[in-house]
């Protein structure tokens, strides 16, 4: 059973999206290994008391799917629930391994760096994850376009994806900007399929890609099963509908950030 954890989700758009979460991962194969994460957001930094801390996240609920992109749906739900934070969020001065040990005693499964933090943090960040249990199962690229640099780290902490960004370019072409995005993905796609690191476009407040349809366009045209959606809930309120996004997308979502609209 897929379980939002919080309480309060004031965005009334994201009721009534379980039964269309649960038939688009129901393609998941049992046993399978590979980790997929729904991500909290919340621009307040974390704090280290605990009961503070789960004042502010109260609002936040995390959903983590294991599925293969493009898939069809068929069979039981058999994803295992696992909630992430993003590294930037841990803002007080600890060490790496105080920060992960933190978010191991609030109860979290996992944790993002930005590629930057992973590349600095990466002996630290691994030997942390490792005394901890504290996953890092991604790594974030955002629009970056040295994307095999975020692979390469991302495997190197035993990550499973790299989240990246298409950004609009306002003054120029969207035709051009387009393709452009797409070939910066595709020169690094034969790589992330080397290392078994999914390829997750996000979608944000970018007025670019901002409706289902499009999104799976772009995804499908690059004719690889490791490029797929990292799908924000709360980013996707500007646009539209939650439901319509997951009954479009299906299992080409491979990892949720779940928070309110903000």
């Given at each position: 059973e897929v379980v939002l954890r919080g309480a309060g989700f004031r965005a009334p758009h994201i009721r009534g999206c379980r039964e269309r979460l649960i038939r688009a991962t129901r393609s998941t194969e049992e046993g399978e290994q590979r980790w997929q994460h729904a991500e909290e957001k919340k621009t307040m930094p974390i704090r280290p008391d605990r009961r503070s801390f789960l004042q502010t996240t109260a609002t936040l609920g995390a959903i983590a799917v294991i599925s293969k992109p493009h898939q069809a749906a068929a069979g039981a739900f058999t994803g295992k629930i696992k909630?992430?934070?993003?590294?930037?969020?841990?803002?007080?001065?600890?060490?790496v391994m105080d920060k992960l040990k933190m978010l191991k005693d609030l109860g979290f499964d996992g944790v993002e760096p930005g590629t930057s933090d992973a590349l600095e943090h990466r002996d630290a960040l691994l030997k942390a994850s490792q005394a901890t249990g504290v996953a890092v199962h991604g790594v974030v690229c955002a629009s970056n376009p040295d994307i095999t640099t975020s692979v390469d780290v991302a495997k190197?902490?035993?990550?499973?994806?790299?989240?990246?960004?298409?950004p609009t370019n306002a003054k120029g072409s969207y035709l051009k900007n387009y393709a452009d995005r797409q070939e910066i993905i595709r020169r690094a796609i034969g790589h992330a399929e080397k290392h078994n690191i999914q390829?997750?476009?996000?979608?944000?407040?970018?007025?670019f890609l901002n409706e289902p349809l499009s999104m799976a366009r772009f995804v499908d045209e690059l004719q690889s099963?490791?490029?797929?959606?990292?799908f924000d809930v709360g980013n996707n309120i500007r646009w539209g509908y939650a439901g319509h996004w997951i009954e479009v997308l299906g299992n080409r979502i491979g990892k949720l950030d779940i928070k309110e609209y903000s």
């Amino acid at each position: 059973e897929v379980v939002l954890r919080g309480a309060g989700f004031r965005a009334p758009h994201i009721r009534g999206c379980r039964e269309r979460l649960i038939r688009a991962t129901r393609s998941t194969e049992e046993g399978e290994q590979r980790w997929q994460h729904a991500e909290e957001k919340k621009t307040m930094p974390i704090r280290p008391d605990r009961r503070s801390f789960l004042q502010t996240t109260a609002t936040l609920g995390a959903i983590a799917v294991i599925s293969k992109p493009h898939q069809a749906a068929a069979g039981a739900f058999t994803g295992k629930i696992k909630k992430a934070v993003k590294y930037g969020m841990v803002t007080e001065p600890l060490s790496v391994m105080d920060k992960l040990k933190m978010l191991k005693d609030l109860g979290f499964d996992g944790v993002e760096p930005g590629t930057s933090d992973a590349l600095e943090h990466r002996d630290a960040l691994l030997k942390a994850s490792q005394a901890t249990g504290v996953a890092v199962h991604g790594v974030v690229c955002a629009s970056n376009p040295d994307i095999t640099t975020s692979v390469d780290v991302a495997k190197d902490l035993g990550a499973t994806s790299v989240l990246l960004v298409v950004p609009t370019n306002a003054k120029g072409s969207y035709l051009k900007n387009y393709a452009d995005r797409q070939e910066i993905i595709r020169r690094a796609i034969g790589h992330a399929e080397k290392h078994n690191i999914q390829l997750l476009i996000e979608n944000v407040w970018a007025s670019f890609l901002n409706e289902p349809l499009s999104m799976a366009r772009f995804v499908d045209e690059l004719q690889s099963p490791i490029v797929g959606v990292y799908f924000d809930v709360g980013n996707n309120i500007r646009w539209g509908y939650a439901g319509h996004w997951i009954e479009v997308l299906g299992n080409r979502i491979g990892k949720l950030d779940i928070k309110e609209y903000s």
